[in-house]
């Protein structure tokens, strides 16, 4: 009586079937998948979503019969990675909600970056001995892009909670295991932080262990925030003030180790981050508090952030102004800045000479190109909300909201599926991309409902164009 409602569509679609239902349907589908991966999946009773994210493994030559996830970091690496890491400040409650409970019940509870490397995994010792044969590991990548669909990747990908049962991984060695995932993001700036999973047997994809995980995750996101309060408080109290973080080396490219480790604790409680993307006016967060900048201060501190070595008051203006900048606009703007800056932290205020940031920030804009150098453009499209500061005639930002666009739609174009190029299409600056909508005409099945919007939207265009 389960599935007595429609049983031809839920079989043609999957859903409404409980997770060991769907195994047969997803092992058929590993036949027609072939052993590279190769060809597209079409076999009713397959989730959509399982089917989609196999034809986007595949299309990031993940490997299905590939026994073990790579390792990304080594452990001296990941020890350093992990202490600065703002998911550090989460553990104790992820430790009691989800660790101590999973000894007693044969599971396991990880911990990933943003970009899907397990930096945690912990629970049932016997389960974590079985879980190391296909390297399931701190210091493993489990993104989409390397291991094929998995809770952790996918999760990240998709930007949502998900489950996968047995079969329905991409990865072969894989199918004797379960797990149900949900994305982690920063309470005060949204920025994407990592991912909450729970992998074991049938019992890690049980209905009640998605609400389980999400609970945990809110709860977590609630004691981040109190801490940050609580230590802002502190620190107002006090007038000592905290060591400038370290320079980070680079050559004028974007840092994506935008950490500070907080003295006295076990892992930095923030990401310092600068949100730009598809905003007027960044919104900054750092140490804690948060604050709306104007335009012209949003300006000034996507530059700097884009140039961690620093840059000069006549190089700072030049990327600054339309035209022939005046250094001494730029001095009295800085002058207004850093009485913006002093607010949220002293050690925020830039140096001057030359103009630099003295504290570890990561834009957003920082973590997409991040993503696609490694290849994430799922994750990328899910953090790019639109251009950067997109009504800025800043030389400086012109060209870094050309240069971030350009990368994005290349790398979806490129190696996005239909999903990925629908979801780029919605974004403001895709509005007339034909080209986008053309491809991702031609990656749909024939008989997909998301078609006739396409065709629309390109006959829309066709018409406006002609006009």
């Given at each position: 009586m389960r599935n007595s409602v429609e049983p031809t569509a839920v079989r043609a679609s999957g859903a409404g079937l409980d997770p060991e239902a769907r195994q047969p349907y997803a092992r058929a589908g590993h036949e027609q998948l072939g052993s590279l991966g190769a060809g597209l999946v079409q076999v009713p009773g397959l989730r959509s979503l399982i089917r989609e994210s196999w034809q986007r493994s595949a299309q990031l030559h993940a490997n299905p019969d590939n026994p073990e996830a790579p390792l990304a970091m080594d452990r001296e690496e990941l020890e350093e990675y992990r202490r600065q890491h703002p998911l550090a400040a989460i553990m104790p409650v992820i430790h009691k909600l989800l660790v101590l409970p999973s000894h007693d019940s044969g599971m396991l509870v990880a911990v990933g970056d943003e970009v899907g490397r397990l930096l945690w995994v912990e629970g049932d010792p016997a389960m974590q001995r079985r879980a190391e044969g296909m390297m399931f590991v701190?210091?493993?990548?489990?993104?989409?892009?390397?291991?094929?669909?998995?809770?952790?990747?996918?999760?990240?990908?998709?930007?949502?909670?998900?489950?996968?049962?047995?079969?329905?991984?991409?990865?072969?060695?894989?199918?004797?295991?379960?797990?149900?995932?949900?994305?982690?993001?920063?309470?005060?700036?949204?920025?994407?932080?990592?991912?909450?999973?729970?992998t074991g047997t049938e019992s890690a994809v049980a209905p009640h262990t998605l609400s389980l995980v999400e609970a945990t995750v809110a709860a977590a996101q609630a004691h981040l925030r109190v801490e940050?309060?609580?230590?802002?408080?502190?620190?107002?109290?006090?007038?000592?003030?905290?060591?400038?973080?370290?320079?980070?080396?680079?050559?004028?490219?974007?840092?994506?180790?935008?950490?500070?480790?907080?003295?006295?604790?076990?892992?930095?409680l923030y990401r310092n981050s600068l949100q730009l993307l598809g905003r007027d006016q960044a919104v900054l967060s750092l140490d804690g508090g948060t604050v709306t900048l104007s335009a012209r201060h949003s300006e000034i501190l996507a530059l700097l952030s884009a140039h961690p070595n620093?840059?000069?008051?006549?190089?700072?203006?030049?990327?600054?102004?339309?035209?022939?900048?005046?250094?001494?606009?730029?001095?009295?703007?800085?002058?207004?800045?850093?009485k913006v800056?002093?607010?949220?932290?002293?050690?925020?205020?830039?140096?001057?000479?030359?103009?630099?940031?003295?504290?570890?920030?990561?834009?957003?804009?920082?973590?997409?190109?991040?993503?696609?150098?490694?290849?994430?453009?799922?994750?990328?499209?899910?953090?790019?909300?639109?251009?950067?500061l997109p009504r800025s005639e800043a030389p400086g930002v012109t060209e870094l909201r050309g240069r971030v666009s350009r990368l994005l739609r290349e790398a979806v174009l490129t190696d996005g599926s239909a999903e990925s190029l629908l979801k780029y299409a919605q974004l403001p600056e895709a509005r007339d991309d034909v080209e986008v909508r053309t491809t991702a005409l031609k990656l749909l099945p024939p008989r997909s409902p998301k078609r006739s919007a396409v065709v629309a939207d390109l006959e829309r265009l066709e018409t406006e164009l002609s006009a």
């Open positions: 701190p210091g493993a990548d489990w993104s989409e892009a390397t291991v094929g669909t998995s809770a952790p990747g996918t999760a990240l990908a998709l930007g949502r909670g998900i489950q996968i049962a047995g079969a329905e991984h991409y990865k072969r060695s894989v199918h004797p295991w379960s797990c149900t995932a949900v994305p982690f993001h920063d309470p005060d700036s949204g920025a994407l932080l990592g991912v909450v999973d729970i940050r309060l609580q230590l802002a408080a502190a620190r107002h109290a006090s007038p000592a003030r905290r060591r400038p973080a370290a320079a980070v080396a680079g050559s004028g490219s974007v840092t994506a180790a935008a950490m500070a480790a907080v003295p006295g604790r076990p892992g930095s620093g840059l000069s008051a006549e190089q700072l203006s030049a990327l600054l102004y339309p035209g022939d900048g005046s250094t001494m606009t730029l001095r009295a703007e800085m002058v207004r800045l850093r800056l002093l607010q949220l932290n002293p050690d925020a205020v830039p140096e001057s000479r030359p103009y630099r940031l003295r504290v570890d920030l990561m834009p957003d804009f920082g973590q997409v190109l991040s993503c696609l150098q490694r290849g994430a453009h799922r994750i990328a499209l899910e953090i790019y909300r639109g251009a950067v």
